[in-house]
């Protein structure tokens, strides 16, 4: 299995920028496609972004599209998620996850997750 840790969460302001990471670790990272969720309080995990193994195929939720781009670096193991114009409303913790087989928008197609990393913004 492959182990997931996010990092660069913190607290915003509204129009300001935040690059989160998830490095990964255990299983060949290459084999994976990734995604990025977000979970606000009281709310379901939500899709954001996905990538597929080598980074052709990418996806994104019609609410990030435009300031957010999700990428990876297969060589450093990890993927990223860079976040422009953010809003109070993309406060949430944010998850990334890995399968094997999907690049899918639903939590339940990943089969590995991180503990997730918090992201504030205010107004």
């Known amino acids: 299995q492959v182990q997931l840790v996010e990092s660069g969460g913190g607290l915003v302001q509204a129009g300001g920028s935040l690059r989160l990471s998830c490095a990964a670790s255990?299983?060949?990272?290459?084999?994976?496609?990734m995604g990025w969720f977000r979970q606000a309080p009281g709310k379901e995990r939500t899709f954001v972004a996905a990538?597929?193994?080598?980074?052709?195929?990418?996806r994104y939720a019609d609410s990030v599209k435009g300031r957010f781009t999700i990428s990876r670096d297969n060589p450093k193991n990890t993927m990223y998620l860079q976040m422009n114009s953010l809003k109070p409303e993309d406060t949430a913790v944010y998850y990334c996850a890995a399968d094997r087989t999907t690049i899918g928008s639903l939590p339940s197609a990943y089969d590995y997750w991180g503990q997730g990393t918090q992201v504030t913004v205010s107004s």
């Open positions: 255990g299983r060949t990272f290459n084999n994976y496609h």
């Open positions: 990538i597929n193994w080598s980074g052709g195929t990418i």
